[in-house]
Structure formats: structure tokens, C-alpha cells
DNA sequence: AAGTATACCAACCGCGAGCGC
DNA sequence: GGCGCTCGCGGTTGGTATACT
């Protein structure tokens, strides 16, 4: 790291760290609604919270920002998180952007805690019902598509997008999707003018 | 009832990218 | 072009709740 730049650590000994306080929350959003989601660290500071600006954002960000579903993540959501996550890997912003109302944070915490396991639980079923195949096929097979571009991350995402995007229509047969169960992608890509215009 | 294990999730940390000076 | 600051992302940690023995 060249450099530790001020405001990427919270390294202050005196500042808050641990649970939000109703009343820090108040606090946060009060300043947020006048001077807006940015500047962190002087909404931190103009809030009187003892805490740091990255703290300040999550807590808006993951709580305190307004139309936030909490909770109770419904079969439709879990079953896009689950494509969604075959598609991107762990882009859990870019699966989180698909799911309004929900974060990231909520997303990644919801998919270690419930959808890995119920993934691995599924592997290990249909490794036993499926007859034994070539390693290297299977490994093809299931090599996520995120991992070609996992190295030298920057403009990852776009790279990524990109490659998945470039109009290749062999993305779908890989998910060896029916046309119908496809209805959830086209409504995806009609309602989002970036992913358009990557397709 | 007490102790231990496991699950869940809010919050923190490290890092890289982008921007303005 | 280099530096400092801010933002955002993904991985990880730690506290709390719940289940199990």
C-alpha cells in the first residue's frame, strides 16, 4: 500500500465503533436529508457523531437510506440472487442493483449464511444422482464466468460486463436455461439503460 | 439449568479507483 | 505526474440469539 490516506481507516483510538445508537441514526439522517450522501467525514462531523466517515456511509447505507426492504428476502429474490450469482460471482453491489431496495451487505450476508449452503448441499446431491464425468469437463462446466476477469481487477466490473455482454448468445446456453425461465433476464435487460447498452 | 455449538448479521478492515489540486 | 482525499467494494470479524447436549 504507498499510501494509508486519511478517512480510508477508522484509526482514531477515541472514536465510536460497535452498534448504532437510535440516537446517532437520528443524528446521521438529519444531516444527510440537509447536506446529502456525501463528504462522509463532514457529515460525521457535522452530525456530532463520533465516528468515522465510512462508518457514517454503511450505516446510511445499509439502513438509514430510504425505500430499504429489510428482511424476509422472498423465493423470487433468493432465486435472482442465486442466477445472479451464477452470472456475476460475488458482485454483490451489481447483484444488489438488480434487487431494489435491498443492499449489498444484506445480499452477502444472505447468500454466506443461507445460499452457500443450500448450493452445496445441491452439489453433493447431484454429484451423487449424476454418473461420474471427466474432471475436466465438469470443472469447465462450472468454472464461474466472473473468474476470467477476477485477475488485474481494474475496471473489472466493465470488463467483465462486457465480456459477458458482447452479444454472445452462448451465455444462456451455459445456464442451459429453458426460453421460458429467460422472462426474469429480458425484463432485466428492458428496464436497465447500462445493461442495454452492454447487450 | 448450564454449558457449548452453530447461525445470523451488523459493523469493520483493507484495498483500489477516481477526482481535484 | 504526484499527492491527498473520498468513495465504494468485497472479505472478514465479533457480538448476539438460538439450538442442542
Redesign the pocket.
Known sequence: ???A???????KKE??????TAEEDQKLAQVVEIHG???????AAKAGLN?????C???W???LRPNIK??NISDQEEDLILRLHKL??????????RLPGRT???I???W???LS?KIKQNEKQTRMQEPVLENSKVSEREEPLHKASEE???????EYSTSCFNGDSSLFDLYNEEPLELEWMSHFFETDEIWLNLA
Open positions: 500500500m504507498p499510501m490516506p486519511t478517512g480510508t481507516k477508522c484509526s472514536v465510536n465503533r460497535g452498534a448504532w450522501p456525501k463528504r462522509w467525514k463532514a457529515v465516528r468515522c466517515g465510512k462508518s456511509r454503511l450505516r447505507m445499509n439502513y429489510r428482511g456475476l460471482g460475488n458482485r454483490w453491489s451489481l447483484i444488489a442493483g449489498d451487505n444484506e452477502k450476508n444472505y454466506n449464511s443461507h449452503k488485474g481487477s481494474s475496471k473489472r466490473d466493465e
